[in-house]
Each structure stands twice: as structure tokens, then as C-alpha cells.
């Protein structure tokens, strides 16, 4: 893992740390949930919010400003804006995507789940992601919770990572094993 990464991810998951015992404390986990659902959809959808979090050309009270208004439009807990308010007064917004994963982690461990990374060729149909997770279920004996992508160059199959591991059944993969193959003869 690069420097910059690991610094990004120490820095998440401290606050990830902190925000999961206070809502716990609160009561409050399944907002807390609510919330990185709904700061992940951000991530993915909006190129500004993504700009915002880090472009460094955003002063600390602009950024907070921003921050706080787009909390209340998006219905974040009040913990999940403060929280934000807080990095962004510390120039720390830069490491909401690490946060964001480190809260899905700590909140699924906290449930005796899994999380999965499943990237695919096209989009997962319901049936599809509840056959993976119910697999995946069968063989890491814990429930497992889909995060599905969809990679158009994977041509067919999935890749599913969890943790450690890697599970690689996509035809781009065994094209190219297939074409290493075929070096090696000639």
C-alpha cells in the first residue's frame, strides 16, 4: 500500500472509529448505515460533491459551508454532518470514500457479516446478487453483503474479493491466461 493511502486510511479509520461508538451509544447505527449509503450514492453521482471533498482550491470555511448544507439536503444524521462539518474544518474531507468503507466494515463485522466486492460485465440482476451472496454464504459460513460494480472490459464472468481474497472468473482473465498460454508454445 502506497504512503498517501495508508495515511488516508488511518486517518478514516479513526473518525470511522469514533462516529461507530457514538451512534452505537446512540442508538443511532442504523442511521449511521442510512448515511454512508447515501454519501457513497454521492461519490458515485455527483462529480461536484466529488470536487468538493478534494479539490484543495476550496477554503476550510467554503468547504464546511458546502458540507453542512449538503448534510442537511441529503438528510444525514445529525452525528454523520457533524462529522463532516469536523473534517472539513480539518481539512480532512479528503478521506470520506476510505470513511465510508471503513464504516461499512466496522458495521458489518459488528454484525457477524461479510462484505463482497463483486464486479461483473453488465449489472447484477436481484436473482444474481442473492445466488453470489447465498454461495458465498455457504462457503465463508457468515452472512455476506453484495457491494456490487460493473467493469464493461471484464467481456463475461465476476471477480469477487473478499478481504484477502480473489476470486477471478471473468473471460478477460482467461483470455488472457490463454494468451500467456500460447506464448509460452511459440
Known amino acids: 500500500m502506497s504512503e498517501p493511502a495508508s495515511i488516508s486510511t488511518g486517518i478514516a479509520s479513526r473518525y470511522a472509529t469514533a462516529v461507530y461508538a457514538l451512534a452505537k451509544e446512540g442508538n443511532a447505527v442504523k442511521k449511521i448505515e442510512s448515511d454512508v449509503e ?3 450514492t454521492a461519490m458515485a453521482e455527483s462529480a461536484d ?3 468538493l471533498i ?3 482550491v476550496y477554503s476550510r470555511s ?3 459551508a458546502a458540507i453542512s448544507a449538503i448534510a442537511k439536503k441529503a438528510g444525514l444524521s445529525e ?3 457533524n462529522t463532516l462539518a469536523l473534517m472539513a474544518e480539518k481539512r480532512r474531507l479528503f478521506v470520506v470514500p476510505q470513511l465510508v468503507q471503513a464504516l461499512r466494515d466496522i458495521i458489518a463485522e ?3 457479516e461479510l462484505t463482497a466486492d463483486v464486479t461483473s460485465a453488465t449489472a447484477l440482476t436481484k436473482e444474481q446478487s ?3 451472496a447465498k454461495t458465498l454464504k455457504a462457503r465463508m459460513g457468515k452472512d455476506v453483503t453484495i457491494n456490487a460494480s460493473v467493469d464493461e472490459s471484464l467481456i463475461g464472468g465476476l471477480i469477487v474479493k473478499v478481504g484477502s481474497k480473489m476470486i477471478d472468473t471473468s473471460i478477460r482473465s482467461k483470455l488472457s491466461s490463454l494468451q500467456n498460454a500460447m506464448k509460452e508454445v511459440g
Do not use: C, R, W
Open 110 to 112: 459488528d454484525k457477524g
Open 54 to 56: 478534494h479539490s484543495p
Open 79 to 81: 452525528l454523520m454532518g
Open 130 to 132: 442473492d445466488k453470489v
Open 49 to 51: 460533491f466529488n470536487a
Open 38 to 40: 447515501t454519501l457513497n
Open 62 to 64: 467554503e468547504q464546511a
